[in-house]
């Protein structure tokens, strides 16, 4: 298997423009996680899926995010309108629920808002 | 509010001591104790999960449980530079519970 596959790898944006995230968790998971990671506040869970439903969103900044999985393979974070402290690493990762909640990340997405 | 502690480091080890990091936890109910490593500019990976209080060896790693003190720790024995990262303890409520991860331990491993 691939792993988690996100993309884009590195974005780029200016403050006010919207950013879409996305996330190809591992086949037959079927958890699967949203993490921001920053210097100061480490890797913070944003909101996450059980079977493609939103389980806790509490994680979620502001109401200028929004996730959302309209399939087991396929899963948006989108930020809109962005500023430049959403500046980050943004990190899907997916799990098989009841056996472990063992997560595996991808790769990230390094997001600049200038 | 679930609460992760690590020291932040930079813990600096002798190569060929051995590693040992901590981690504490504020929620009581926790069920699943893990530990990734993260290279800079890498994503964490999984290096051992421990669910039972005690001792869980795997290969130079071992991480040990103690649920009474809230404490979960990874020893890394015969420490390499290749070990050195940051060390992230992250715990969950099981299940499918996301996880909560501490800010890690830096390590640097001296040849």
Request: with cysteine; proline share 5%.
């Amino acid at each position: 298997d691939a792993g988690v596959i996100q993309s884009p790898r590195h974005e780029v944006t200016e403050m006010g423009q919207e950013v879409t995230l996305r996330c190809k968790p591992i086949s037959g998971h079927n958890s699967l996680f949203w993490y921001r990671q920053t210097m100061m506040r480490g890797l913070e869970l944003l909101i996450y899926f059980n079977n493609n439903v939103p389980i806790d969103d509490s994680g979620m900044p502001e109401d200028r995010f929004s996730a959302k999985m309209p399939n087991a393979s396929f899963s948006t974070l989108k930020i809109q309108p962005s500023e430049p402290r959403d500046s980050a690493v943004y990190f899907c990762a997916s799990s098989l629920t009841g056996i472990s909640t063992e997560a595996f990340f991808g790769q990230g997405t390094r997001l600049t808002v200038v | 509010q679930k609460e992760v502690e690590q020291n932040s480091g930079p813990l600096s080890v002798p190569e060929g001591a051995i590693a040992s990091l901590n981690c504490t936890y504020s929620d009581r109910g926790s069920q699943s104790f893990f530990w990734y490593r993260q290279y800079s500019g890498k994503s964490p990976e999984l290096i051992m999960f421990i669910y039972s209080n005690g001792d869980k060896e795997d290969g130079r790693f071992t991480a040990q449980l103690n649920k009474a003190s809230q404490y979960v720790s990874l020893l890394i024995r015969d420490s390499q530079p290749s070990d050195s990262a940051t060390y992230l303890c992250a715990v969950s409520g099981g299940g499918a519970d996301g996880l909560t991860f501490g800010k890690g331990t830096h390590l640097i491993i001296q040849p």
